[in-house]
T-cell receptor, first 117, second 118 residues
Framework: DSGVTQTPKHLITATGQRVTLRCSPRSGDLSVYWYQQSLDQGLQFLIQ???????AKGNILERFSAQQFPDLHSELNLSSLELGDSALYFC????????????????FGPGTRLTVL | AQKITQTQPGMFVQEKEAVTLDCTYDTSDQSYGLFWYKQPSSGEMIFLIY??????QNATEGRYSLNFQKARKSANLVISASQLGDSAMYFC???????????????FGTGTSLTVIP
């Protein structure tokens, strides 16, 4: 158990809908990362938050947005869903330093498997 | 160009034997970190081992060791005494120095599927 929690574990929805994925980082971790894992694109970085502020954006679509709340949990919002958004969405967290040493390991949650029908 | 390349889509190893999973990386940074993760069929990503670019010795964690060859930009994972529970996908990842554009993101390879044969 990495200490990172994600809910829900599975999500099935229809095209055009909107969903929210939730992540709670490990105790003490201030950085949260979102990744998308799909069969054709592999593991892709979406976005990073540090202590409530956006730190970096990767290949995140405009239909997707995220935020990190004062209690450090984070939510990833996916809207106008398309079939191609079906994937495993991971949240990861890392140690307190936002620009931290390269040794800061990212610990992954169990993922949310999203299926868009 | 790909930051992380894993050229072995699938590997087989006999139980109790050792296996090497290949990983090459591409970066112009002098400081970087290299990581290996295991993803069993259940889906979670499990951290295995870390190697820093300035570490002079190869990292080891139990049955896992990292064969780090800096000049060749390779960071191969060696699993000794393979067990049936080692059957999983294995991902190599790299973290570069923080920049405002890239943050602290990890760059992942496409993974290697390892099957341990009894």
């Amino acid at each position: 158990d990495s200490g990172v929690t994600q809910t829900p574990k599975h999500l099935i929805t229809a095209t055009g809908q909107r969903v929210t994925l939730r992540c709670s980082p490990r105790s003490g971790d201030l950085s949260v990362y979102w990744y998308q894992q799909s069969l054709d694109q592999g593991l892709q970085f979406l976005i990073q938050y540090y202590n409530g502020e956006e730190r970096a954006k990767g290949n995140i679509l405009e239909r997707f947005s995220a935020q990190q709340f004062p209690d450090l949990h984070s939510e990833l919002n996916l809207s106008s869903l398309e079939l191609g958004d079906s994937a495993l969405y991971f949240c990861a967290s890392s140690a307190p330093s936002g620009t931290g040493p390269l040794t800061d390991t990212q610990y992954f949650g169990p993922g949310t498997r999203l299926t868009v029908l | 160009a790909q930051k992380i390349t894993q050229t072995q889509p699938g590997m087989f190893v006999q139980e109790k034997e050792a296996v090497t999973l290949d990983c090459t990386y591409d970066t112009s940074d002098q400081s970087y970190g290299l990581f290996w993760y295991k993803q069993p069929s259940s889906g979670e990503m499990i951290f295995l081992i870390y190697q820093g670019s300035y570490d002079e010795q190869n990292a080891t964690e139990g049955r896992y060791s990292l064969n780090f060859q800096k000049a060749r930009k390779s960071a191969n994972l060696v699993i000794s005494a393979s067990q049936l529970g080692d059957s999983a996908m294995y991902f190599c990842a790299m973290r570069e120095v923080y920049t405002p554009n890239t943050g602290n993101q990890f760059y992942f390879g496409t993974g290697t599927s390892l099957t341990v044969i009894p």
